[in-house]
């Protein structure tokens, strides 16, 4: 069995200022780790993934998140938010060597004030 | 961008009435997935399929049913729709990347249905 744990349902930060979207993940083999963006009214978009031995992943956009097996979790982060950054932020875990079953975090809405 | 069509993208029908949504995918991927999302939710699995006729059930699929006859198309069903069934409803694909990770999702554009 595999469930993700999105810690905030909202996290609100001035622009500029650093971004931090908490992650934890709960998996039985190893995981595959993967967090998307969705702009209101759009669809999904793959920030990044971590499907290898590198834990720190750099994604689009100046986003970087790191794997920490012994801490269950893949925190987001980015040093300095911009107001297009503004949007719900998804974390997912799936299991491979089976059938790939993609289970999603509630969700994380990030607010961005000027 | 990877592609995936979904339709119809919006659909108002009323309750009782039996709703098809499909999507069509060009990209060959082995696994396709219907998703809801709704406010507060995130996005829970409905069904999902691992190959031509093979299909399971997710974690919200009752009153929900799926068909996959051809690769390409992934078919969800409402044998008789609800007002709950009211959201928006995504379709992705993927592959594997190799024997231990997953390959990441590609999504469809969403179908927005409307149930009264």
């Known amino acids: 069995a595999q469930s993700v744990t999105q810690l905030d349902s909202h996290v609100s930060v001035s622009e500029g200022t650093p971004v931090l979207l908490r992650c934890n993940y709960s998996s039985s083999y190893s995981p595959s780790l993967f967090w998307y963006v969705q702009h209101p009214n759009k669809g999904l978009q793959l920030l990044l993934k971590y499907t290898s031995a590198a834990t720190l992943v750099k994604g689009i956009n100046g986003f970087e998140a790191e794997f920490k097996k012994s801490e269950t979790s893949f925190h987001l982060t980015k040093p300095s938010a911009h107001m297009s950054d503004a949007a719900e932020y998804f974390c997912v875990v799936s299991v491979g060597g089976g059938s790939y079953i993609p289970t999603f975090g509630r969700g994380t809405s990030l607010i961005v004030h000027p | 961008d990877a592609g995936i069509t979904q339709s119809p993208r919006h659909k108002v029908t009323e309750t009782g009435t039996p709703v098809t949504l499909r999507c069509h995918q060009t990209e060959n991927h082995r696994y396709m997935y219907w998703y809801r999302q709704d406010p507060g939710h995130g996005l829970r699995l409905i069904h999902y399929s691992y190959g031509v006729k093979d299909t399971d059930k997710g974690e919200v699929s009752d009153g929900y049913s799926v068909s996959r006859s051809k690769t390409e198309d992934f078919l969800l069903t409402l044998e008789s729709a609800t007002s709950s069934q009211t959201s928006v409803y995504f379709c992705?694909?993927?592959?594997?990347?190799?024997?231990?990770?997953?390959?990441?999702?590609?999504f469809g554009e969403g179908s927005r249905l409307t149930v009264l």
């Open positions: 992705a694909i993927s592959e594997r990347q190799d024997f231990v990770f997953a390959g990441e999702l590609f």
